[in-house]
Nanobody, 121 residues
């Protein structure tokens, strides 16, 4: 079975930084596109950043210039470096990926369990 597990969330002051990690594990053959989302209370889930298997990235306007998505294919890991954090960044952050299992003929979309990020003084 394939799983995505996020880590690195926590409480940080405005202007601070956090680095989130998401590790894929299990009997997987390959990982395709990966992305980071967030969801604040009472709001819809928002796409923040996207990265292809070749490293091409895209960002939402709300985080452009502050957040950086990257991946280490050898470690089956995607990262989200978050700098200059603002109170409005407070949300549960989720990792998402399209993954092909070892015995699978097609890719399947997976979500991590989420990690809480709170930006407050």
């Amino acid at each position: 079975q394939v799983q995505l597990v996020e880590s690195g969330g926590g409480l940080v002051q405005p202007g601070g930084s956090l680095r989130l990690s998401c590790v894929a594990s299990g009997s997987l053959r390959s990982i395709y596109d990966m992305g980071w989302y967030r969801q604040a209370p009472g709001k819809e889930r928002e796409l923040l950043a996207h990265i292809t298997s070749g490293g091409i990235t895209n960002y939402a306007d709300s985080v452009k210039g502050r957040f950086t998505i990257s991946r280490d294919n050898a470690k089956n890991t995607v990262y989200l470096q978050m700098n200059s954090l603002k109170p409005e960044d407070t949300a549960v952050y989720y990792c998402n990926a399209d993954i092909r299992a070892v015995r699978g003929g097609r890719s399947t979309n997976y979500w991590g369990q989420g990690t809480q990020v709170t930006v407050s003084s």
